[in-house]
């Protein structure tokens, strides 16, 4: 069994997240500001941390900031904030994924089984495959219907940084970072460009892409 712990200052919504996950399956213990979160994780050790951003003594950044250098698991944030530079900042200080309120409850449960599964330790030659396209990252080799296509370095480090992480939001920041270096950051235009043509390469209809999703402003996200 799972040990959530949930962080938000919100009574009702506290209640109903513990209620559900409890019915899910997990163990969860609740803490309704950042200074009690951070002293009960450090005490109880959980799985999986649920955030709010907006707590009544610590932004959510700042206890990500407490949990990051000692919590390896993973961490949802919970926004009702409108800019999505706030839950940018998020990812970038830590968390895992994010999502925003109102949400459904069903939403919640399956993002939190997906950063389970991320959790799971990968092969040693881990392939990622989908419907109509496979990955090796072993090999650094894609095919599409068992045909090699060719792909350039810069578009097999955007691939893979997303594909290493299926169903997790990476922000333009971090994938900026990895693929062209810290220098990059504020380049998004680039993404843009290399985006389009790993989608021309990759799905199966690049208008509406079904693997590689964008989220305005945010980041990227591959969906298996």
Partial sequence: MSRVLVVD????LSRALRITLRAAGYEVETAGDGRTALRDAADQHPDLVILDLGLPDLDGTEVLAGL?????????????????????????????DYVSKPFDMSELLARLRALQRRGTPEPEDPIV???????????RQVTVDG??????????????????????LVSQRQLLQSVWGPAYQKETHYLRVYMGQLR???????????YLHTEPGMGYRFTP
């Avoid at 200052?9 to 009702?12: F, G």
């Avoid at 021309?200 to 079904?210: G, V, Y």
């Fill in 9 to 12: 200052d919100d009574p009702q």
């Fill in 68 to 96: 990051r250098p000692w919590f390896t698991g993973p961490v949802l944030v919970l926004s009702a904030r409108a800019d999505s530079q706030d839950k940018v900042g998020a990812l970038d200080a830590g968390a895992d």
């Fill in 129 to 139: 495959r989908t419907d109509h396209f496979t990955v090796d990252l072993a090999a």
């Fill in 147 to 168: 045909v090699v296509v060719r792909l350039t370095p810069t578009e097999w480090g955007l691939l893979s940084a997303l594909v290493r992480t299926p169903g997790r």
């Fill in 200 to 210: 021309r390469k990759l799905e199966p209809d690049p208008a509406q892409p079904r």
